[in-house]
T-cell receptor, first 112, second 111 residues
């Protein structure tokens, strides 16, 4: 089955620690995205990538980093510089940037 | 003014009723429009794209009004399983940084 896989489903971060969230898709989509969702809020764009080896900052990129070395993979690192990392993180992909996005089932990140 | 605005609700509607909600957008250059459904603590799932001529998928009808800059979603014969948060999404043509999600409208269907 084609889809987007995010892992882990739950993640706990210690203070000062960097953590990496995985996102893999086998839909052959060019565009991939990372969003953050806080309780009762909408989605906010962290980073996006329209092609391999290229990515752009979204609205709330500070404290986060990404890479796009392979078409199917777009990992997100939450660095220690992100002081309020507790949120629901969603990865998505689409054929082109103005096409509907397909989402993974998310990673919930909490601080220990 | 927010780029995309939705009434947060909740809309409490009896089973079988018809319910409609709107989503307004501020940028007249917006090109693509979608409705997503998000269940509690789950990922958003595409419900339907919204076309200029309006489109229907079973009990769901989506419409676009470019002159007044809003999209709408109508649900007929509502089911308990329709209870969810409905997100509208507006994109600017080929600009991935301008994919704007509304904060969502919460719908609760009452038995």
């Amino acid at each position: 089955d084609g889809g987007i896989t995010q892992s882990p489903k739950y993640l706990f971060r210690k203070e000062g620690q960097n953590v990496t969230l995985s996102c893999e898709q086998n839909l052959n989509h060019d565009a991939m995205y990372w969003y953050r969702q806080d309780p009762g809020q909408g989605l906010r764009l962290i980073y996006y990538s329209q092609i391999v080896n290229d990515f752009q900052k979204g609205d709330i990129a500070e404290g986060y980093s990404v890479s796009r070395e392979k078409k199917e993979s777009f990992p997100l690192t939450v660095t220690s510089a992100q002081k309020n990392p507790t949120a629901f993180y969603l990865c998505a992909s689409s054929t082109y940037s103005n096409q509907p996005q397909h989402f993974g089932d998310g990673t919930r990140l909490s601080i220990l | 003014r927010k780029e995309v605005e939705q009434d947060p609700g909740p809309f409490n509607v009896p089973e079988g009723a018809t319910v409609a909600f709107n989503c307004t957008y501020s940028n007249s250059a917006s090109q693509s429009f979608f409705w997503y459904r998000q269940d509690c603590r789950k990922e958003p799932k595409l419900l339907m794209s919204v076309y200029s001529s309006g489109n229907e998928d079973g009990r769901f009808t989506a419409q676009l009004n470019r002159a007044s800059q809003y999209i709408s979603l109508l649900i007929r014969d509502s089911k308990l399983s329709d209870s969810a948060t409905y997100l509208c999404v507006v994109t600017l043509y080929s600009n991935a940084s301008k994919i704007i999600f509304g904060s969502g409208t919460r719908l609760s269907i009452q038995p």
